[in-house]
């Protein structure tokens, strides 16, 4: 049996004549760049969400700049962010001007908030919570954390749409702001690039909205430098579409995750989700000894299912961060986990019998290994 790490053809081919009529519509409408059906995603969206205001970009790591860039962050200021995270959340810094300083995880590979007081510096400005694997990070924490010292809450929310705490509170509605990746690979995704902001403040609202669009007011008039980096319309009503699903393929990635966790040998470490809270689990990711990992992960590929690491490269050991001062060392539980970490297939489309199939291939696997 081959089990892929994901396979979006099976969510196209069970979309398509959806996705064909509402291509069609739009073509007919001669609307493709901040159309209707643009405006009522981001409306949708919003709701979903519970949050005032939603703003489609063209990616999600746009987002995280726009946003910096509308809280006037850039050079000279820096901004906190997670070291275990995709190079997209430091790289929104770096291009909104900014510098990033990286921040250790926990053990659920959240950003640890007793080590932000021991690296912001008088020039920090917000710090950036990554809900990694689609886990909330201790939002309330990081919240009064960010009052007490001043600084801006931001959520890099790419992974994590529908996570929500036990009062319900949805991410993207904690922070200032926060910006969502919809990337094919994302649990709520289009069919290409694509992203949206999250805010119930006005002025950032306004403020994104013009950096979205060279800054225009109107056809004529720029009212400040901005960008290019628009949702299409054809990738709007896609994102409609899939908006109606969100909620069964979310209860579908927790079952499986809750199918993982039960039957996989406790020989290695398994995510937890804390009493109360709704993890949407992007990733499913397992620890390993660092010693065994890549002959788990190559027995696992001989009999056919595919897996990945989420990240191999810690964000401050990257070459594009060595003008940055790290080394290896600096960063413990970050470094610890990127020699550690597996992540296992999942997908809503993904069968139960395939699940099985990995469930019993990497038991035995595991279990046949001396540690």
Request: charged share 25%.
């Amino acid at each position: 049996m081959q089990i892929p790490f994901v396979d979006l053809s099976r969510e196209a081919t069970l979309l398509k004549d959806e996705i064909k009529e509402e291509i069609e519509l739009v073509l007919k409408s001669g609307n493709f760049i901040n159309g209707p059906k643009v405006k009522l995603f981001e409306e949708k969206f919003a709701e979903f969400c519970g949050v005032e205001h939603a703003i489609s970009v063209g990616n999600g790591s746009d987002g995280l700049t726009f946003i910096l860039k509308s809280l006037n962050i850039g050079k000279g200021d820096t901004v906190v962010c997670p070291a275990n995270s995709f190079i997209a959340s430091a790289w929104s810094i770096i291009a909104a001007g900014a510098t990033p300083i990286f921040c250790d995880v926990n053990d659920d590979l959240q950003l640890n908030i007793k080590n932000l007081s021991d690296i912001i510096l008088t020039s920090t400005k917000a710090v950036m919570g990554v809900h990694l694997t689609g886990k909330l990070c201790d939002v309330e924490e990081i919240s009064k954390f960010c009052v007490k010292n001043n600084l801006f809450f931001i959520e890099d929310a790419a992974q994590a749409i529908g996570a929500a705490n036990p009062e319900g509170l949805k991410s993207g509605s904690f922070g200032v702001a926060a910006s969502f990746s919809l990337h094919p690979l994302k649990n709520l995704s289009v069919y290409g690039d694509g992203g949206i902001i999250t805010t119930n403040d006005f002025e950032i609202a306004k403020k994104v909205t013009l950096l979205r669009n060279h800054g225009l007011e109107n056809r004529d008039k720029s009212k400040i430098w901005g960008f290019n980096s628009r949702l299409d319309e054809i990738q709007a009503a896609i994102g409609l579409i899939k908006l109606k699903y969100i909620d069964k393929w979310t209860d579908r990635y927790i079952e499986i995750a809750k199918l993982y966790s039960e039957k996989i040998t406790e020989n290695v470490s398994k995510p937890q989700t804390k009493p109360g809270y709704k993890d949407v689990y992007h990733n499913y990711i397992i620890k390993v000894p660092t010693i065994s990992r890549e002959k788990i992960m190559n027995e696992l590929s001989k009999v056919g299912i595919e897996t990945k690491i989420h990240y191999p490269i810690p964000l401050h050991l990257q070459e594009c961060a060595n003008s940055l001062g790290y080394k290896e060392g600096d960063i413990p539980n970050t470094e610890l986990f990127a020699k550690s970490m597996i992540s296992l297939p999942i997908f809503p489309l993904l069968k139960n019998v395939e699940v099985d199939y990995v469930i019993e291939n990497l038991n035995f696997i595991v279990n046949s290994l001396s540690f």
